[in-house]
């Protein structure tokens, strides 16, 4: 079993300096394409950074992307109620839609506003890549607080096929499969699909006695083919929908589906490497009561995104690279989208963003720079500038220290403008400094965090409706991550102490001062055993513009455990227990968590 999720993060932060080149780096080094755009060795990147892996998320059992996220320093979950209702995740006190989210490498939220982690199906994920800090001189609009990159392409050639079936509390239940196979002309073709439903349980406080579940089916294809060797083209196709039961004032449904179609187009030369990446999606998404139906959604937008990438990666030598790039998209709500049953105020408009950016990573002996600048074009706020630096300096093989600075935008959505037309772009800088050292029984990875955003858009709680606001708020955090080990067992240890506060002092809405986690993952003989704890502080709950003593949510402290049991070197059966202690608590006010949940998994793999 791999260790767990933080610990491949920082044990790979610790490694000694490697050559910029990825080609060169060791078989077994953990590589990442997020941090500048590119396959790279870990151990270059400055920026926070944690992977996580598809076996990862097959052990600790994970139903969903927020079930990966809730375990990752510096990340906290908001959740209005079960599987596939509305999450928020809040990276280092920042929104989610702060938060740039890519699949592949590109961004699949859009101006409608809001991001669905609950409904990317996990089944296909190969790997996630999580970067925290800002990120807006390589990505532009949007990477505010970081990025978010699920990775479905798998880079390997090695043929398989895998097939699993699941059940649990709800009358859960769920199917996936996948299979790669490498073609007689050197060719990759990969088909992976499934589909997960829950009947759901009475998510709100007061209760209603109903019980708002879930469904949701997806596909992939994808194909890879070399031309020579240094040219390769690819192609894939990604469709998933989804369907959620919520309440509002009665039982309401929530559809979401998004079909994307990518091309692109790869070199790699001894010094070169260049993508070219054309992406289009079809993006749907339809609230509706059960008296309307959904052929009469009251809420209804649907928007075509397109997205362009020119990326490229030149290194000098093993000491020195550049970079430069352009990214073109264009986002458009159709004419006949509506909001609340009226025609939508924005319906027709379509908005164009280009932006351009250049980047460097130089390395003088103990010290490694690395740089960026971008400068984007947006339709209707005009041009906005944004810059990135980041240094580290060895004390030793094994012991460093970094820091690192940036600014960063986003403009307001499609559904932020509809409300609120007079809101302004968020403006944010972001400062860190960290050290990583690994000792002989431990390793350490401390940062500090200090960032402030002006205008940040908070949607706050309103009778009967709520209503977006501009308002400055400055950030602050420390974030500590330990690893060790004990016989069999590993441990990941993290501590966070935050401060995040908007300009009037009002504490930002659900993140906590205080969150602690303890991951223990261990391998004997034919069993794999994690197990997770978790522990989330007091914190404000709906977002108000005064402090309001009795908007508290409280604190609380879960476990969770998933046992695997090998069969045969083919054959895993698992089983997974959420909330193993019944805890009774919420994250959204109104709305109650899932009590104690049992899940049982049974996959093959040949």
């Known amino acids: 079993m791999n260790k767990s999720l933080l610990a491949i993060a920082v044990a790979s932060l610790l490694s000694p300096i490697s050559n910029l080149h990825a080609q060169e780096a060791s078989a077994d080094e953990t590589m990442v394409v997020t941090a500048n755009r590119f396959e790279q060795p870990l151990s270059d990147v400055i920026a926070s950074t944690t992977v996580v892996s598809k076996q990862e998320i097959e052990e600790t059992q994970a139903k969903s992307l927020v079930d990966v996220l809730k375990r990752v320093p510096g990340v906290e979950v908001s959740q209005s109620g079960g599987r596939g209702h509305s999450a928020s995740v809040f990276m280092r006190g920042y929104n989610s839609d702060q938060v740039l989210f890519l699949v592949d490498g590109v961004r699949i939220d859009s101006a409608a506003g809001g991001i669905n982690f609950n409904h990317i199906p996990v089944g296909i994920i190969e790997r996630v890549e999580v970067i925290r800090g800002s990120g807006g001189a390589l990505y532009g609009s949007d990477a505010v607080a970081g990025v978010i990159n699920v990775i479905t392409a798998s880079g390997s050639s090695t043929e398989s096929t895998m097939i699993s079936v699941g059940a649990g509390s709800d ?16 060719g990759t073709v990969k088909l992976a699909g499934g589909f997960d439903e829950t009947e759901g349980y009475d998510i709100k406080d007061p209760a209603t006695g109903l019980n708002y579940g879930y469904e949701s089916q997806n596909l992939f294809a994808s194909y890879s083919q070399p031309i020579n060797e240094a040219f390769t083209g690819s192609a894939s196709v990604r469709w998933f929908d989804s369907l959620t039961e919520y309440d509002s004032g009665g039982k309401n449904y929530g559809y979401s589906e998004n079909l994307s179609v990518t091309a692109a187009l790869d070199y790699k030369g001894d010094n070169l490497s260049s993508t070219f990446r054309a992406n289009q999606q079809a993006i749907e998404n339809l609230d509706y009561s059960q008296a309307q139906g959904k052929d009469n959604a009251g809420t209804k937008k649907k928007i075509d995104l397109t997205n362009l990438q020119f990326l490229n990666q030149y290194y000098i030598n093993e000491n020195v690279s550049v970079g430069a790039g352009a990214d073109w998209r264009r986002e458009k709500l ?11 105020a924005l319906a027709g408009e379509s908005r164009d963003t280009t932006g351009v950016y250049a980047s460097s990573e130089l390395r003088f002996g ?10 984007d074009k947006h339709d209707t706020y005009d041009n906005h500038t944004t810059w990135s630096l980041g240094t580290r300096y060895y004390l030793t093989e094994k012991h460093s220290l970094r820091a690192a600075a940036g600014t960063s935008f986003k403009a307001p959505s499609y559904s932020d403008l509809t409300t609120n037309p007079d809101l302004e772009p968020e403006e944010a800088e972001n400062r860190e400094i960290g050290y990583t050292g690994e000792f002989d029984l431990f390793k350490l990875d401390v940062t500090a965090y200090d960032n402030e955003v002006d205008n940040l858009i908070i949607w ?5 409706f709520w209503y977006p606001q501009n308002v400055d708020a400055k950030l602050k955090g420390l974030e500590i991550t330990g690893n060790f080990d004990t016989w069999f067992i590993h441990h990941t240890v993290v501590a966070e102490f935050k401060d995040h506060k908007d300009s009037a002092g009002n504490k930002l809405a659900k993140r906590a001062d205080e969150n602690y986690k303890w991951l223990m993952d261990a391998s004997y003989e034919d069993f794999d055993v994690n197990l997770t ?13 005064t402090t309001d003593p009795d908007n508290v949510l409280p604190s609380v402290s879960l476990w969770d455990v998933s046992v695997g049991y090998w069969i045969s070197p083919e054959l895993v059966v698992r089983g997974r227990v ?19 949940r049992y899940f049982a998994n049974l996959a093959y793999q040949f």
């Open 533 to 545: 704890y978790t522990y989330t502080g007091d914190r404000a709950g709906n977002p108000k513009e």
């Open 366 to 375: 103990d010290v490694q720079i690395v740089g960026s600048v971008r400068n």
């Open 460 to 464: 706050y709680e309103g009778s009967p």
């Open 578 to 596: 959420d909330n193993l202690t019944n805890e009774k608590y919420q994250t959204t006010l109104g709305y109650n968590a899932p009590e104690r």
């Open 334 to 344: 159709d004419d006949d989208a509506l909001s609340y049953g009226s025609p939508d």
């Open 171 to 186: 009358a859960q239940k769920e199917a996936n499969f996948s299979t790669t196979r490498k073609l007689s002309n050197g």
